[in-house]
């Protein structure tokens, strides 16, 4: 369970009649039939953090609710994290980041390529996220999906060499590795301010972690946010970290969320990596973000 002091407390109600359906291939479920208009009793809130943890992507359908009712239900599952470019977060919920391909007055609303290479969210941070919650303000009528590659399977299924070759080792991950590659057309990424750069120091992490809540290992190194592996020469540490990810995202472990008006999707940072698949730059996508801090990772 999420520890007593980040979780914020809970407004008591009857419980609602949900229904968890897991999806096809193990990692997702769909929840149906909540209403975040009504407060969430504990009973409910235990249902969803159980599939959260043993679906790793937990979607929520047919949704109709208010920033304020996004942050408080995120806030539920631990500390809210605040994204270092500033310039997309929702005005008056800094909570909040703007996912989006829209640009009005010639200026982005929003960080239009956030997810263009796989990877875990804020695993630059010291304390990267538990999860994440997107949830569907416009979507285009093409394309747009975000895909899911489940890290605990690729871990299970590492060739011998390459378990060894990471055995007790470390990876570097930093916000600025691939900050100004641009994929999809039209997007737009401020300069960062030396603050802001203050803020995303390179950092850390063992390339194999646990679940600090089921105790599953899984890889954790992603194409996005890791550089190379600490202690290991450039050509050793790229050849290694090459592999890893394309072992990591072999189809077979692969989930793909076509997305739906009114879907809240909320993954885990820990279980998974994702990509946002793009779509026309012609269609308007629209989300709202909110990032749930998680442990140090171990
Ligand atoms: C993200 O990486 O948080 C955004 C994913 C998406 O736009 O589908």
């Not at 538990?130 to 895909?147: F, N, V």
């Not at 793909?256 to 946002?276: E, K, P």
Request: net charge negative; hydrophobic share 40%; charged share 20%.
């Amino acid at each position: 369970m999420p520890s007593a002091s980040v979780v914020a407390p809970a407004l008591q109600g009857a419980q609602q009649a949900i229904e968890i359906r897991p999806l096809a291939g193990n990692v997702g479920a769909e929840v149906i039939g909540l209403d975040l208009n009504l407060p969430i009793s504990d009973q409910d809130f235990a249902r969803i953090h159980r599939a959260h943890l043993d679906y790793h992507v937990v979607v929520f359908r047919g949704l109709h609710i208010t920033p304020q009712q996004q942050i408080d239900f995120s806030r539920r599952f631990g500390v809210l994290q605040i994204h270092v470019l500033k310039q997309f977060l929702l005005a008056n919920h800094p909570e909040i980041l703007i996912v989006s391909n829209i640009i009005e007055n010639g200026q982005s609303i929003g960080l239009g390529d956030a997810g263009k290479f796989w990877h875990s969210d804020l695993s630059y941070k010291e304390l990267p996220s538990l999860g994440s919650m997107l949830y569907a303000q416009e979507l285009p009528a093409e394309g747009g999906d975000t895909l899911f590659a489940d890290m605990h399977k690729a871990y299970d299924g590492l060739p011998e060499a390459l378990r060894k070759a990471i055995d007790g080792r470390k990876a570097s991950h930093s916000y600025t590795a691939r900050y100004s590659e641009t994929k999809f057309e039209g997007n737009w990424r401020p300069t960062l301010t030396p603050e802001q750069l203050a803020q995303v120091q390179v950092v850390d992490h063992p390339i194999v972690r646990t679940h600090p809540e089921t105790g599953r290992k899984a890889l954790f190194v992603s194409e996005g946010f890791t550089t190379n592996i600490v202690g290991l020469p450039v050509d050793e540490s790229q050849q290694i970290l090459t592999e890893l990810y394309a072992h990591s995202v072999r189809p077979e472990n692969i989930h793909r969320h076509q997305w739906q008006d009114g879907d809240m999707v909320f993954w885990d940072n820990r279980s998974l990596i994702h990509l946002a698949a793009g779509c026309p730059s012609h269609m308007r996508r629209k989300l709202f973000r909110t990032t749930i801090q998680g442990d140090a990772p171990f």
